[in-house]
């Protein structure tokens, strides 16, 4: 089945720096990857997704980008804001899977 | 809450005492999941279904129980065979299997053990 490796597990940067997350993954068959942001004590929400028919896609401050050769995919944020603080998760699922294979996660600290 | 409700927010049990989760959905999507999720941990399959009176078990079911009898809802039971049941539990929904498009998670139930 897939595996998702994400990295780091915990990142802080100072606020209005960038911010890159960074995932792997192991199903060259895989052709969606999704990355959901969780605040504290809330639900997971989707914030920007790839399909495997591009390279990169943003959406304001956040971006995503996509190596299919290399099968790793990144989560861009610049400008960082306090209320960017959460935990990231990405995922990666293909056509006929039971489902999403998600990361572990990676704790985003905007420092003030 | 996005078109799929978690009841209750916040669950009590006692010890050899069976819980049960609800999960409902208003969004016509095929596929249901539930995860657990502990304190600073990653999402963990408990159970899937595809498809109404049908479904499967995930990385960690040992304990738990599910039904799928009508599309909108997919309740998760937690037995008293689940020892450790204290987590952050989330439903979540999709177009199913054979269309690719990501989840939409409820708010969420926290259980706890007392």
């Known amino acids: 089945g897939e595996n998702v490796e994400q990295h780091p597990s915990t990142l802080s940067v100072q606020e209005g720096d960038s911010a890159v997350i960074k995932c792997t993954y192991s199903d060259s068959a895989s052709n969606y990857f999704p990355w959901y942001k969780q605040e504290l004590g809330k639900r997971p929400q989707l914030i920007i997704d790839i399909r495997s028919n591009v390279g990169e896609k943003k959406d304001q401050r956040i971006a995503v980008t996509l190596n299919k050769t290399a099968k790793h995919f990144s989560l861009h944020i610049t400008e960082t804001q306090p209320e960017d603080s959460a935990v990231y998760f990405c995922a990666a699922m293909k056509r006929g899977a039971d489902g999403l294979t998600f990361g572990k996660g990676t704790h985003l600290i905007i420092q003030p | 809450d996005g078109g799929i409700t978690q009841s209750p927010k916040y669950l009590f049990r006692k010890e050899g005492q069976n819980v049960t989760l609800s999960c409902e959905q208003n969004l016509n999507h095929d596929a249901m999941y539930w995860y657990r999720q502990d304190p600073g941990q990653g999402l963990r399959l408990i159970y899937y279904s595809q498809i109404v009176n049908d479904f499967q078990k995930g990385d960690i079911a040992e304990g738990y129980s599910v039904s799928r009898e009508k599309k909108e809802s997919f309740p998760l039971t937690v037995t008293s065979a689940q020892k450790n049941p204290t987590a952050f539990y989330l439903c979540?929904?999709?177009?199913?299997?054979?269309?690719?498009?990501?989840?939409?998670f409820g708010s969420g139930t926290r259980l706890t053990v007392v």
């Open positions: 979540a929904s999709s177009m199913g299997w054979d269309r690719v498009y990501g989840y939409t």
